[in-house]
C-alpha cells in the first residue's frame, strides 16, 4: 500500500508561483510514475501531468505546458508540481497519484492517491 501526502498549496495572487510536493511512503517509489490531478469544485478531476519512473520522461496537458514542470527525486520518495504564472482558473484541489505502470492521462489508472492539497489563486 502506497501513502502519497501532498503539501505546499495555499494562497496566492495572479502570476505568482506554487511548489506542490508529494512524498510516498513506498521505499520502491522509483518504480511508480506519478501523476498530478486537479479538481475544481463542481468539476471533474482534471489530468494535470505525469511523470514515468524515469525522470527524464513527462508529460502534460496541453493547456499546462510552459507553466507547469513535474518533476521527482526519488532519493526522497518526492514528486514536485512547480507552477509558474498562475491564474484564477488554476484554483483547484491538486492531488498526485501512483501507478505501477506507464504515466496515464485518466484517473481511473492510478491505484494510489493522495488527500490533496488546495491551491487558491485570486486576481
Known amino acids: 500500500q502506497v501513502q502519497l501526502v501532498e503539501s505546499g498549496g495555499g494562497y496566492v495572487q495572479a502570476g505568482d508561483s506554487l511548489r506542490l510536493s508529494c512524498v510516498a511512503s513506498?521505499?520502491?517509489?522509483?518504480?511508480?510514475?506519478m501523476g498530478w490531478f486537479r479538481q475544481a469544485p463542481g468539476k471533474e478531476r482534471e489530468f494535470v501531468g505525469a511523470?514515468?519512473?524515469?525522470?527524464?520522461?513527462?508529460y502534460y496537458k496541453d493547456s499546462m505546458k510552459g507553466r507547469f514542470t513535474i518533476s521527482r527525486d526519488n532519493s526522497k520518495n518526492t514528486v514536485y508540481l512547480q507552477m509558474n504564472s498562475l491564474k484564477p482558473e488554476d484554483t483547484a484541489v491538486y492531488y498526485c497519484?501512483?501507478?505501477?505502470?506507464?504515466?496515464?492521462?485518466?484517473?481511473?489508472?492510478?491505484?494510489?492517491w493522495g488527500q490533496g492539497t488546495q491551491v487558491t489563486v485570486s486576481s
Open positions: 513506498e521505499r520502491t517509489f522509483s518504480e511508480y510514475a
Open positions: 497519484a501512483a501507478q505501477t505502470s506507464y504515466p496515464e492521462v485518466l484517473p481511473g489508472r492510478y491505484a494510489y
Open positions: 511523470i514515468s519512473w524515469n525522470p527524464e520522461y513527462t
